[in-house]
């Protein structure tokens, strides 16, 4: 059974920096895209950005674009997303998944596109 364990959350000041690391076990990694969303209390789930399973393209959510920055380690089977320029509006659950397209030509943005999540980590941005 493929698992996913999300790590680095935590609370920070707006304008500080996170980095977000999955691990994945259990099952094949290299061969999927994988990606982060996030979900803020009373609101859906939403994407943040996507890396292929190559790690040659990525894709970001407009809100994140240019702060964000993500990432994979094919080697250790990990997936990070390092968070810079914090803001408040980013406090919400992060939650890495892993896509259900083995080998996808395209970066899968939705959740459906995705099959197996982590438990989510907590990340709280003061103002």
């Known amino acids: 059974q493929v698992q996913l364990v999300e790590s680095g959350g935590g609370l920070v000041q707006a304008g500080g920096s996170l980095r977000l690391s999955c691990a994945v076990s259990?099952?094949?990694?290299?061969?999927?895209?994988m990606a982060w969303f996030r979900q803020a209390p009373g609101k859906e789930r939403e994407f943040v950005a996507a890396?292929?399973?190559?790690?040659?393209?990525?894709y970001y959510a407009d809100l994140v674009k240019g702060r964000f920055t993500i990432s994979r380690d094919n080697a250790k089977n990990t997936v990070c997303l390092q968070m810079n320029s914090l803001k408040a509006e980013d406090t919400a659950v992060y939650y890495c998944?892993?896509?259900?397209?083995?080998?996808?030509?395209?970066?899968?943005?939705?959740?459906?596109?995705?099959?197996?999540w982590g438990q989510g980590t907590q990340v709280t941005v003061s103002s």
């Open positions: 998944a892993r896509s259900n397209q083995r080998v996808a030509t395209v970066l899968l943005l939705r959740p459906y596109d995705y099959d197996y």
């Open positions: 890396i292929s399973w190559t790690g040659g393209n990525t």
């Open positions: 259990g099952g094949a990694f290299r061969t999927y895209g």
